[in-house]
């Protein structure tokens, strides 16, 4: 497991829970593993990283280390910058499938890329790809 993938993992973890201890949260997250150890000091390089980030403190109570969200998990927002092209090509994506559908309430305006555009980027792909599943449009992919 890369730190990448752990961070993921964790990413996860925290949406839903406010701390996490690595002794008896970890097989929470990872219930299978043919390398614990190591998957473990993935882990843990990524708690580092999120403190490094302060999205999380750790404390250690009784020999046990604990890593707590700074604040709760939905009120961190992320910057995100992209270039004129990209924001072109998403604007184009989402403007055809609006084109598709018969609705412009969600067209896109390529100076000025919004959440909403990338939500909007999102629930396009989860169409595309439920389809290609043949799974209901509105069931959230894993």
């Known amino acids: 497991?890369?730190?990448?993938?752990?961070?993921?993992?964790?990413?996860?973890?925290?949406s839903e829970n406010d701390t996490?201890?690595?002794?008896?949260?970890?097989?929470k997250v990872i219930a299978i593993t043919e390398t614990p150890e190591e998957d473990k000091a993935a882990f843990l390089?990524?708690?580092?990283?999120?403190e490094k980030s302060k999205l999380i403190l750790s404390s250690e109570i009784n020999s046990t280390e604990y890593w707590i969200l700074?604040?709760?998990?939905?009120?961190?927002?992320?910057?995100?910058?992209?270039n004129p092209e990209l924001a072109l090509a998403l604007a184009g994506i989402i403007?055809?499938?609006?084109?598709v559908?018969?609705?412009?309430?969600?067209?896109?305006d390529p100076a000025n890329v919004e959440e909403k555009d990338i939500k909007n980027l999102i629930y396009i792909t989860n169409?595309?790809?439920?389809?290609?599943?043949?799974v209901d449009s509105e069931q959230e992919l894993d």
Do not use: P, R
Request: net charge negative; charged share 25%; with cysteine.
């Open 95 to 99: 403007n055809k499938f609006c084109e």
């Open 127 to 134: 169409v595309l790809v439920s389809e290609k599943k043949g």
């Open 70 to 82: 700074n604040k709760k998990f939905y009120s961190y927002a992320q910057n995100v910058q992209i």
């Open 1 to 14: 497991m890369t730190v990448l993938e752990a961070s993921n993992e964790l990413y996860s973890w925290f």
């Open 20 to 27: 996490f201890c690595l002794d008896k949260d970890f097989i």
């Open 101 to 108: 559908i018969g609705d412009s309430t969600d067209l896109c």
């Open 45 to 50: 390089c990524a708690l580092k990283d999120f």
